[in-house]
Each structure stands twice: as C-alpha cells, then as structure tokens.
C-alpha cells in the first residue's frame, strides 16, 4: 500500500495570508490527525477526522481548521498566518479501530 | 487532557551500549503508547508500542516497558549503533474506535557514538 502522503511539501507565505495544505491516507484508513512540530513545542496535536466528522481537536485557535472529504482526503487551512505558525506540519493515517498512526512526510511551511 | 514529559532530552551513548529513554504520563484512561523514531528531514516512524494491559514488549534490540500503577514508560534499546542516532518521542493516548488522540513527548535526541 501507498503511505500517507501530503502536499505541498514546502510553502513561504507572508503574514495575514492563509494557506491551505492536503493530506491523502493510506487507502482504507479513514482518520486522519494533524500535528504540528516546532523545535521548541514538539509534535502538538492539532485535530483528527473521521468519516469526514471532527472527532477531536487539540488547542489551537479558530485560525486553525480542517476538514476531510468523502474519499479519505482531508485538508487543513490557516487563515491570517502569524510568524509563529511557521513549522513541519504532519498528516497522520489510522484504520478504524486501530491504534497506529502512519505519519506524511510533512508540509513545511515559512510564515515571512 | 493528557501530559507526557519526556527525559532526558539528549543522550549520547557509545556505540554498543544501551539507551533509555524514559516518559511519564498523566491520564490514567491512557492505554496505548507508541514510541516513534524521526531521523533528520524525515517522518516518525512508529518503532514500537505497547497496550495498557501489557507490561513489556520485546522486538529484537528494541524494549518498551509500562508501569501503569506509576504512569510511567520506558524505551530500551540495547547493543546501540550508529544508525540509532535519531529523534526518539514516546507518546500517550487511545482510541475509541472512531476518535483517537496521541500526547507527544518534547522528544529526545540520541547520538551514537563510535
């Protein structure tokens, strides 16, 4: 099976702009977690969807959002970007009922 | 929610000798903890993990051992090589099924050394 994919691998963007990045699971998992990493603040948990439903959702602001699609596929948007928000953000893949999470390669993303 | 603290954040080791790394965590309804390794420019790749009705799990040079009484969990690797040099997180949570949420660890960095 393919492995968890995600795109853009790499974005600049300015402050106040928004960006949206992409994540594809592997085929027949259907949750789908976000995470951002920073040197400083590690691997912090963003939210996780499921069957195109939010089921859970870390501390973040609204700036943050996400969403996934019928086929698996989800997409997470930030919108008035800050210079904070620069960071590798993973996507990662779970089957139902299962524990592991397969992680993306990762969009890293430059606020300037 | 769930804390996981992670020790030490570095370590290094010489090549041969064994690495522990060791994470506490603060959610009793925790019952799974995965330990995931990221080398430089690359994923975490999840290397081991362990269910909150086990004690210890063994896959070859790599050891995970939970103490759930004292919400703490340990990553063992012996006979360490230089290709062990990563980024090690361990990680707390679960799954009921439709929604999961993993608690990382600040991660510790663990350099082999010849």
Request: aromatic content about 6%; charged content about 25%; hydrophobic content about 20%.
């Given at each position: 099976k393919a492995g968890v994919t995600q795109t853009p691998r790499y974005l600049i963007k300015t402050r106040g702009q928004q960006v949206t990045l992409s994540c594809s699971p592997i085929s027949g998992h259907r949750s789908v977690s976000w995470y951002q990493q920073t040197p400083g603040q590690g691997l912090q948990f963003l939210f996780e969807y499921f069957s195109e439903t939010q089921r859970n959702k870390g501390n973040?602001?609204?700036?943050f959002s996400g969403r996934q699609f019928s086929n698996s596929r989800s997409e997470m948007n930030v919108s008035?970007?800050?210079?904070?928000?620069s960071a590798l953000y993973l996507c990662a893949s779970r089957g139902t009922g299962r524990d592991t999470q397969y992680f993306g390669p990762g969009t890293r993303l430059t606020v300037l | 929610g769930e804390n996981v603290e992670q020790h030490p954040s570095t370590l290094s080791v010489q090549e041969g000798d064994s690495a522990v790394i060791k994470c506490t965590y603060s959610d009793?309804?925790?019952?799974y903890f995965p330990w995931y390794k990221q080398e430089l420019g690359k994923r975490p790749q999840l290397i081991i993990d362990i269910r909150s009705n086990v004690g210890e799990k063994k896959d070859q040079r790599i050891a995970v051992t939970l103490n759930k009484t004292a919400k703490h969990f340990s990553l063992h690797i012996t006979e360490?090589?230089?290709?062990?040099s990563a980024v090690y997180f361990c990680a707390g949570g679960g799954n009921t099924g439709t929604a999961s949420k993993l608690t990382f660890g600040t991660g510790t960095r663990l350099q082999v050394t010849l």
């Open positions: 973040f602001p609204g700036r008035t970007l800050e210079l904070g928000d | 009793s309804a925790s019952n360490t090589q230089p290709e062990d």
